[in-house]
Each structure stands twice: as structure tokens, then as C-alpha cells.
């Protein structure tokens, strides 16, 4: 009896051994989003999904604590997500509003921290003023279709089936607008926002949890793991930099005015430098993205140079310049958009209206800048000090003076009275005032122009 005890007790811990050893140890992909959302979170995001399929990863998991940003990236993240076939799932840390949470809707699994919340995702322009209902409009789709795509689960209940959301899409377009009523959850006039405790009554949440590790233990009931974390080159934070819509605009706005300030003057100065700078980083980073082909840098390159045409050599303005406009804006355009030549099948709905409103942003407040700084230069401000007054005002003692009596000089003629040194003379049936360049000239001296500075006219005797 002994010896079976022994036996039996030997056996269980090499079977416990032994499947200790089996366990398949799970590799987690982790990519943070813990600021506002915008092109280097979009940035990151792909990066890291490329880098979780590289390295093999069995779950992406997002750890997000954020307040929003833009909507348009948000719903490119939420595209990739829902589009991804490795399980994608997110840890509240705290804050999902706004942009998180439509980020977090598309997720297989959400999971968030105690005392954390999720939800208001009412969409507001950048003082956090409510945009116009079809922008509203846009974002309760994109929820509630965020939400439908986690699909249906089936209910037999005797002869009746039943039908019932995984994750409710009219709880997702509540989370938008204050006027969609969820019985016996929220009313008319407030905008959702869910606790954890809420959030998982109501499918919403498939967890509570402090940790990452408590997370995967316990919600995944995985024991061996290996944490994975994206980590973004310095090239990555620069690129995501550039790439933002607001950074963009500014560079557009660079580029004009420079090119502006460069046509007052001649010679290549410090407009062209400002504008050289600006066009690099506006198109390096859409370059190295892929959304800048040759082509349109090219059609950027060929509209500026036949708005210069325009302007310095043909006269008026006409054909030219419209085709010159038009190339500028396309390539700027153009340079912003995932499409194949003319091909806009792989470009997402809404990118075209964003990328001509960045643009058409960016020339109008170029425009609005030349003006004001030309309204400084010579007058007053900034510019005072390195530029001429434009107004020379004849009250102030300023006299305009005519530069037809050059082309007297070389010309003969005799003077009309004595020059001691100042007198005049006669000159081709006129009479003009000159003076003596050597001592003092008699009257009906032969005379000859020698030069004419500062609106005078220096004589001498011809011998």
C-alpha cells in the first residue's frame, strides 16, 4: 500500500512537472496610447502591428489612458483594429474618452482599471465648443457600426430565438449624443460615460483589473507570457510630429509666405530658405510614409514654377497661373492621400475633404500671414528696422525727382548766363540750371555735360 502511495504521489508531480514544461509560454504585443491622439499615434499603432506579426505575438494588447484627439486618426486606428486577425484587446488605464473610446469599442476585449471611466466621445472642435450635428451625425455611425461589428449573440428560449447585441450599438451612439435615451441606463440631455462597474453590466467591460499581469493571469488565464513593449524611435516622435494636420498647415503657410517675400526681392535670401525648409518637411515624412509618390512632389514643383512664369514673364494673368494654382494645391493635396496614381480605392472615406481642408487651411492663412507682415514691413512692429518707409510723404520734406536730364550727359551747348558755379544753360532749344565742375563759366561759353547726380546737371568748357 505504501509503495502504490509512493507511486501514485511520484506520478502526479512528474505530470505536474511535465506539463509545467509544456505550457506554451504567449508572447503579448503591447503598443501605448497615453496622449492625445493624432498622426504619431496613428503612426505608432502601424508600426507596432507590423512589429507584433514580425515578432510572432499571439495578442496585441493597447494600454490606453487618454482623453481623445482627432477623430479622423482615431477612426483609422479603430479600421486597422477591427481589420486585424490577431486578438486585439485594450486596458483602460484610467481615461478612454472621445477618441479612446472609439478606439476601445473595437477592441475584441476590454478590460479597465478601478475608478476608471470611458465614454463621451461628443465630438468638439479645439476650445472644446460641440461641432454641428453632421459631424455628430458622422461620429454616432462610426460608433454604432464600431459596436455592430462585434456581432450578435443567439438565444434559443423554447420556441422563440432570440437575437441579442454583443455590444449594444445605441449604448455606443450614446456615448456621442445626449439625445439618444437607453432605457434604464441614461436619459435624454447627458452624454454616456460608463464607470468600470457600469461598463461591465452592460457588455462594455469584460473585466476589472489593476495590472497588466493580473489582466493576463487571471482574465486570460494565461501562465507563461512574454510582455512585448513598442517602443518609438526618435525618427518615429519626429515623423509623427510632422505628420500632424496642425504642423502640416503651418508648413503650407511657410512655404507661401516665403515664396511671397522671395518674389519682392531679387537674388535667393532668406524667404527662399524659409520655404526650401518648409517644403522639405512638409514632404519628407509623407515620402518616407508612401503617400508622397515623385509624381506629385513633381506636380508641386511644376505649379510653382508656372505661377513664377506668370507672374515675370507673361503678361497679365490667365492660363498659366490657374494651371499653376491648381498643380500646387494637387501636389499638396495629393501628397496627403494613400492613393495609387489616380486610383482613391485604398484611400478611407473622409481623408479627401481632410487633406483639401489642410491644404486650403494652410494657403489661406499663408495669404492672411503676407498680408499682415507686409501691413509691418516700413510702417511700424516687427519689420521697422531692416526695411525702407513706404510712404515718402511731401509734408515730410520729400520731393520726387526726375531722371530725364541724364540723358543729357555728353551733350554740348552754351551758357545762357555766367555760372559762379551755379547758372544755366542752353542745351537743344531748352534751358536747364547747372553747375560749373571746374571754376566759374562765362556767359556764351560752349559747354559740355559731364555728369548729373542728385537731380543736377556739372558742366565744363569745351576747349
Known amino acids: 500500500m505504501k509503495h502504490f502511495i509512493l507511486t501514485t504521489l511520484f506520478l502526479i508531480v512528474i505530470n505536474s512537472i511535465s506539463s509545467s514544461l509544456n505550457a506554451e509560454t504567449k508572447i503579448i504585443y503591447k503598443i501605448d496610447i497615453k496622449k492625445e491622439i493624432g498622426s504619431a499615434t496613428w503612426l505608432y499603432t502601424q508600426k507596432g502591428f ?12 493597447i494600454h490606453m489612458n487618454t482623453y481623445g484627439g482627432e477623430v479622423l486618426y482615431a477612426d483609422s486606428i479603430r479600421t486597422k483594429i477591427l481589420n486585424e486577425q490577431l486578438p486585439v484587446y485594450v486596458f483602460i488605464d484610467n481615461n478612454a474618452a472621445s477618441a479612446g473610446a472609439l478606439i476601445s469599442i473595437a477592441c475584441d476585449k476590454i478590460f479597465m482599471r478601478p475608478g476608471g ?4 466621445a461628443t465630438v468638439v472642435n479645439q476650445t472644446g465648443e460641440q461641432m454641428p450635428d453632421k459631424y455628430q451625425s458622422y461620429m ?30 445605441m449604448i455606443a451612439e450614446a456615448m456621442v449624443d445626449e439625445r439618444t435615451v437607453v432605457p434604464n441606463l441614461i436619459d435624454s440631455g447627458k452624454t454616456l460615460t460608463f464607470t468600470p462597474q457600469e461598463a461591465q453590466k452592460y457588455n462594455y467591460c469584460d473585466g476589472i483589473v489593476s495590472s497588466i499581469d493580473e489582466l493576463v493571469t487571471d482574465k486570460l488565464n494565461i ?20 505628420m500632424s494636420t496642425i504642423i502640416q498647415g503651418i508648413l503650407i503657410m ?3 509666405g516665403g515664396i511671397y517675400f522671395e518674389l519682392q526681392t531679387p537674388g535667393i535670401g532668406f524667404p527662399s530658405i524659409v520655404a526650401i525648409a518648409a517644403a522639405l518637411l512638409y514632404f519628407a515624412p509623407l515620402y518616407i510614409e508612401g503617400l508622397a509618390a515623385n509624381w506629385e512632389i513633381l506636380l508641386f514643383i511644376i505649379g510653382l514654377i508656372l505661377v513664377a512664369l506668370e507672374i515675370f514673364v507673361i503678361p497679365g494673368f ?3 497661373g490657374i494651371l499653376g ?9 495629393l501628397s496627403l492621400l494613400e492613393n495609387v496614381d489616380f486610383d482613391f480605392g485604398p484611400v478611407q472615406e473622409g481623408k479627401i475633404g481632410k487633406a483639401l481642408l489642410t491644404v486650403t487651411a494652410g494657403i489661406s492663412f499663408g495669404f492672411a500671414l503676407v498680408i499682415y507682415l507686409s501691413s509691418l514691413i516700413g510702417a511700424k512692429g516687427l519689420f521697422r528696422g531692416i526695411a525702407l518707409n513706404t510712404n515718402l510723404e511731401k509734408d515730410a520734406g520729400y520731393i520726387g525727382v526726375s531722371m530725364e536730364q541724364k540723358a543729357l550727359v555728353g551733350m554740348e551747348g552754351k551758357a545762357s548766363t555766367d555760372l559762379r558755379p551755379s547758372g544755366k544753360v542752353f542745351i537743344d532749344g531748352e534751358v536747364y540750371d547747372a553747375v560749373a565742375e ?9 559747354v559740355k555735360v559731364v555728369k548729373y547726380e542728385m537731380g543736377q546737371l556739372y558742366v565744363q568748357v569745351v576747349k
Open 254 to 256: 511657410l512655404i507661401i
Open 140 to 169: 454616432r455611425a462610426t460608433m454604432r457600426a464600431t459596436a455592430e461589428a462585434h456581432g450578435q449573440d443567439t438565444i434559443i428560449n423554447g420556441n422563440d430565438t432570440i437575437y441579442k447585441w454583443k455590444r449594444d450599438p
Open 325 to 333: 494654382i491648381i498643380f500646387v494645391i494637387g501636389g499638396l493635396t
Open 438 to 446: 571746374i571754376g566759374f563759366i562765362p556767359k556764351n561759353t560752349v
Open 318 to 320: 490667365g492660363i498659366v
Open 50 to 61: 507590423e512589429e507584433a506579426h514580425e515578432k510572432n505575438a499571439d495578442i496585441i494588447l
Open 223 to 242: 501562465e507563461s507570457y512574454d510582455l512585448v513593449v513598442f517602443k518609438p524611435t526618435p525618427i518615429d516622435e519626429i515623423r509623427g510630429f510632422l
Open 117 to 120: 471611466s470611458f465614454g463621451a
